[in-house]
């Protein structure tokens, strides 16, 4: 009797080194009561150190290895085609003398971004200018403008990056996190293509 097994690929999961990695791992499963332990417990993958931090499993091994397991079983597959293993290594600590570095780095670079763009588009004559226009009394530092400036300068990259240090302002991503997401996803479909062996072959191999 023929057996349907519906799958869905994860797209990424996160494992130890030297960990198994098994079917109910790397994938959602739909499958008869019967035969659905068995399919959790099929290992796909053994992690080892010769695969470094990414491991691919193409959904063809996966369909290859339940055939192997079940006899007869009718293999339908949704979503994604490959699910990417990230393996996560130890990491070294950041030296504090380091982190203040790049903190100093950061901040004097963002400065200086600013004050170089305040220069280009003269943002002193401009508010110069306008309290001028407004009061009528020319003035080379109207600290009425300047200050409550500075202030929503501040405020102003609060909401657009929708972050008040580890706290969020509302549900919605901030510009800097959509990037981050199509940056990951445009590295993980490299290396979809480039570290999967089953995505390519020479017409020469046997």
Do not use: C
Request: glycine share 2%; charged share 25%; hydrophobic share 45%.
């Amino acid at each position: 009797m023929e057996k349907t097994i519906y799958i869905r690929m994860r797209n990424r999961v996160l494992a130890k080194p030297e960990e198994s990695i098994y079917l109910d791992d790397i994938a959602q499963i739909i499958a008869p009561e019967t035969i659905i332990p068995k399919l959790k417990k099929l290992k796909v993958h053994q992690i080892s150190v010769h695969d470094r931090n990414i491991v691919i499993i193409d959904v063809m091994k996966v369909i290859r290895l339940i055939s192997n397991l079940i006899e007869n079983a009718d293999v339908q597959t949704i979503g994604p085609a490959q699910t990417i293993v990230e393996v996560m290594l130890k990491k070294k600590q950041m030296s504090l003398p380091f982190f203040i570095l790049i903190w100093f780095l950061l901040f004097f670079g963002s400065a200086m971004a600013i004050m170089n763009f305040h220069d280009d588009v003269s943002m002193r004559s401009v508010q110069e200018k306008l309290y001028k226009i407004i009061t009528g009394v020319e003035d080379t530092k109207p600290w009425i403008f300047q200050i409550p400036y500075s202030i929503g300068l501040g405020l102003g990259m609060i909401l657009f990056f929708n972050h008040v240090f580890q706290k969020r302002i509302n549900e919605e991503p901030s510009p800097l996190e959509v990037e981050m997401f199509n940056y990951q996803m445009d590295l993980d479909n490299y290396v979809i293509i480039h570290e999967n062996k089953e995505s390519m072959k020479r017409t020469n191999d046997d």
